[in-house]
């Protein structure tokens, strides 16, 4: 079982493809201010010809002699995937008229190999992907980066990208105002995780989706007191199902927390800690606490994983799941005894519940592999216009869907589906779909859409509405990253410690809670937060605001 689980994550994080931008509307409507690096380079750039006399404006190819170009990066996951023959990747470099000449490390050991790679410089690779998002600044303090913002007259694609993702550029604007990478992409907005009901006990409750934490106690009882499995059994009900990691997801919002990110700022940009508020938090955890005294949570949820939630939704034992959506039609609704492909019979995600604050849910940041050039290549004009050419949308549409009447066919309306080889994961996988570990590939929400239930597909751009974005990436100095990571550790070990005390009883909220907030203050929360705001404030000038 759970060697299947995983081979269906795998598969997902792989094929899900997505698109860049992938329906996220992220704009804030402010001007941007062309004061600072980044700002102006994209407004000052001009197509030009390079050294060789060639002009370059964004479709392939990107050059008029022959040429190769170096690449560091990683294998496939799949052990069975060559990379470097796969047919997506090779249209690519076909296109753009370059030969690719490969460097590549294991997949699960990459950052171990490549980090201290990168970081002394021993490397003659023109491109190179770094093994994290590079959230200290590591990589782009070594030097070995070329600042891309120097070369936007050859990267059409990306200002293009940029000019439209004002948040993505914030995020990928180092301290010192540059660029130094092309991201890959995370579908972010869709497909994120969300509460999900059995439908099949609801239409046997007679009621509708809950929306209100009220309402949502009132079904738990519901489903508590009755033999909703019909098994003539009315103690074997486990009214919710939900792994601990999903709590702050699923209740966090109804009392105004992204207990998620844990740091948010504020309309008027002050950031806060989610898990100090003294007034908020503690009305969290007295929400569940009463849940919990209620039997309404199970005594042994903290021990659950994925596999056991699964296994009790087989034995049609709970009503309530929360997790990420691809487990509504993939994981949970198939493993029911009853599930007949229709959304009636199903696991069907709703909307997030309220509180005295309006719920929502939480995406994630969309930046993912990212590519950088080196400094030392002798093709330093080459290589950025192969990373613009690589995460161009014709590119795109490569890595997403693959190459058409092979991986997949357009019908009259235009729609798309994926070939008999298309729908084989293996055949997919071969074919170099989503290569996003050797090219910035974007996952798309459209091809997304195709792999899951129609019902689940509908209900997933239901629920994008609700979804809020997360605490923004932002790129710390080795200061900040020092006091985080000084203080951090101490300060979430003490959290998710008390989180499960305070829900369980075991701390009581009456007489302890005022000593965690203490403990937080003993442990140097301010200062975190302080740093968490100068970086706030930074994001917040790349941004443009
Ligand atoms: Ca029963």
Redesign the pocket.
């Known amino acids: 079982m759970k060697r299947k689980i995983a081979a269906i994550v795998l598969s997902f994080a792989m094929t899900a493809c997505l698109f860049a931008g992938c329906g996220k509307d992220k704009d804030t409507g402010t001007s941007l201010a062309n004061t600072d690096t980044v700002d102006s380079a994209i407004k000052n750039a001009t197509p030009v010809e390079d050294s060789t006399g060639y002009l370059y404006t964004g479709a392939g190819p990107i050059t008029g002699e022959d040429a190769s170009l170096k690449l560091m990066a990683q294998e496939s996951n799949y052990t069975n995937v060559d990379i470097r023959k796969a047919p997506i990747v090779l249209k690519v470099f076909e296109e753009a008229g370059v030969t690719p000449v490969w460097d590549l490390y294991d997949y699960n050991d990459y950052e171990k190999l490549a980090a201290p790679i990168i970081s002394s410089g021993d490397t003659d690779a023109d491109i190179i992907k770094i093994p994290d998002n590079d959230p200290n600044q590591v990589y782009i303090k070594s030097g070995l980066f070329v600042p891309l913002d120097e070369f936007f007259d050859y990267m059409p694609n990306f200002i293009k990208w940029l000019s439209e993702n004002p948040v993505e550029k914030a995020e990928l604007t180092a301290e010192d105002g540059h660029i130094y990478y092309v991201p890959g992409l995370n579908v972010a907005d869709d497909y994120q995780p969300c509460l999900m009901y059995n439908k099949v006990w609801l239409t046997k409750a007679g009621i509708e989706a809950p929306t209100t934490l009220d309402e949502f106690t009132e079904m738990l009882r519901y489903f508590k007191n009755n ?5 003539g ?2 103690s ?2 486990i009214p919710m199902c939900v792994m601990k990691e999903f709590l702050p997801y699923m209740f966090g919002p109804a009392f105004g927390l992204d207990l998620v990110s844990g740091f948010r700022a504020d309309e008027a940009g002050n950031v806060t800690y989610a898990y100090a508020d003294s007034e908020n938090y503690k009305k969290y955890l007295e929400y569940l606490n009463g849940l919990y005294e209620e039997g309404l949570i199970d005594p042994d949820f903290t021990s659950w994983d994925r596999d056991m939630v699964i296994d009790f939704i087989s034995k049609d034992l709970t009503g309530v799941a929360f997790d990420f959506s691809w487990a509504m039609s993939m994981m949970y609704s198939n493993v029911l005894p009853y599930y007949d492909g229709t959304e009636d019979t199903a696991f069907i995600g709703v909307a997030p519940l309220s509180g005295e604050c309006e719920g929502f849910y939480i995406g994630r940041n969309s930046l993912s592999g990212m590519f950088g050039v080196n400094k030392k290549s002798s093709q330093i004009e080459l290589a950025v216009k192969f990373l613009d050419y690589a995460m161009s949308d014709h590119c795109q549409d490569y890595y997403q869907w693959g190459i058409v009447g092979e991986s997949y066919i357009v019908n009259a309306d235009g729609s798309r589906e994926y070939t008999e080889n298309g729908n084989n994961n293996d055949w997919l996988q071969q074919f170099g779909i989503n290569p996003a570990f050797v090219l910035p590939a974007a996952q798309s929400v459209e091809a997304t859409d195709i792999l899951v239930a129609p019902w689940h597909a509908r209900i997933n751009g239901e629920l994008r509405q609700y979804v809020k974005d997360p605490w923004p990436e932002i790129y710390a100095t080795s200061k900040e990253s020092d006091t985080v990571n000084l203080y951090m550790p101490d300060i979430q070990a003490k959290v998710d410690e008390s989180t499960i005390d305070f829900i369980t009883g075991k701390k009581n909220l009456t007489s302890d809670f005022d000593s965690y907030i203490s403990e937080l203050d003993r442990l140097h929360i301010d200062e975190v937060t302080e740093v968490r705001q100068t970086q706030y404030n930074r994001y917040l000038k790349a941004l443009g605001e």
């Open positions: 033999d909703m499995n019909g098994n059994d009315a074997d009900e």
